[in-house]
């Protein structure tokens, strides 16, 4: 999953150069068609619960309440902050969060349990992937646009220099396996956060005239957060007990998607608004540097062991 997060501007860029950037989207029919296809196959369907009962009110309030602070982000960048529209949309955003707490503290088989989150470790380990999503998916589009806009490479040829960054992610994810089973997932997250801030802090500095080996330098170890990914998943759904493991795995899957639509929109933003005739990755990877170093402070909660009564 790691690997296919990073590798998508290396194939994209590769698209582009071919067919166009409207070829990016047709790259979806095949990769779906074959999923499901392996779906079929090998994955047994688990028992359903004919009990329970869709949150149709709750999907949507939900779905509006991320949709409209996204898209607050977005045209805040483009319209400036002072804008009407960015604050409308905000605004219309945080009604629907409001309105989607209320709905699910109300509904029998709500999408969202809120009582997983009375959990700290649960809390903390569903924030740590929020912030890791966000940080990863807006470095990701920042470096991105950069190397495009100030730098002026192709499609292609930002796709090429982003691929090392693809190869660590990958190693760091088959690592992380392997050490969260033998050291547990503490050091692990801790240690693929703090190796992401450190990559994000060397982006930071990346500058028109900066040699191009100091930006890839800087992405791999960006890519390198990726110890942190099986351990957080072992960690959240360690916490919330066999009997919600599912449960508690598909809350951290949204999560983490929910991050990374927020950080597209959120570093994006700042990316444009620090334009003076050239992108600065500055302000932006900045940003990400801090909230890998929150990141790192909630792994440390959410993989603290409960202290149990006498």
């Known amino acids: 999953g790691s690997a296919g997060v990073a590798l998508g501007p290396v ?3 590769g698209l582009i150069a071919v067919a166009g950037w409207r070829s990016i989207f047709l790259v979806n029919i095949p990769v779906c ?5 392996l779906l079929l196959r090998y994955v047994p369907e688990s028992p359903t619960d004919q009990g329970r009962q869709s949150d149709l009110p709750g999907l949507l309030l939900g779905v509006a309440a991320l949709a409209g602070v996204t898209a607050a982000f977005i045209e805040a960048g483009q319209r400036g902050w002072l804008s009407p529209v960015p604050g409308l949309l905000a605004a219309a955003g945080v009604v629907a969060a409001v309105c989607f707490v209320a709905a699910e503290r109300r509904q029998a088989s709500p999408v969202l349990p809120l009582g997983l989150f009375r959990a700290r470790a649960f809390s903390a380990g569903t924030a740590v992937g929020v912030l890791f999503n966000l940080c990863l998916y807006g470095a990701l589009i920042c470096v991105s646009l950069f190397l495009q806009g100030t730098r002026h490479e192709s499609a292609l040829a930002t796709g090429l220099i982003i691929l090392p960054m693809s190869v660590a992610v990958a190693i760091g994810s088959v690592a992380s ?6 050291l547990g997932p503490r050091w692990p997250m801790i240690a693929g956060l703090a190796l992401a801030a450190a990559g994000a802090a060397i982006l930071a500095t990346v500058g028109v005239n900066t040699p191009l080996v100091v930006l890839v330098a800087g992405s791999v170890v960006l890519g390198l957060t990726s110890l942190a990914m099986p351990a957080m998943t072992a960690a959240v759904v360690g916490t919330a007990g066999p009997e919600n493991a599912g449960v508690a795995s598909g809350v951290l899957n949204a999560a983490r998607q929910a991050g990374g639509a927020l950080g597209v929109a959120v570093l994006g933003s700042l990316l444009a608004a620090t ?3 050239a992108l600065s990755l500055r302000v932006p990877l900045a940003v990400a540097t801090a909230g890998y170093l929150v990141a790192i ?3 440390w909660i959410a993989t603290r062991p409960a202290v149990r009564p006498e």
């Open 11 to 13: 194939l994209g860029g």
């Open 33 to 37: 068609v074959v999923t499901a296809g």
């Open 177 to 182: 396996g392997r050490l969260t089973a033998r």
């Open 297 to 299: 402070w909630l792994a």
């Open 275 to 277: 334009s003076h005739g």
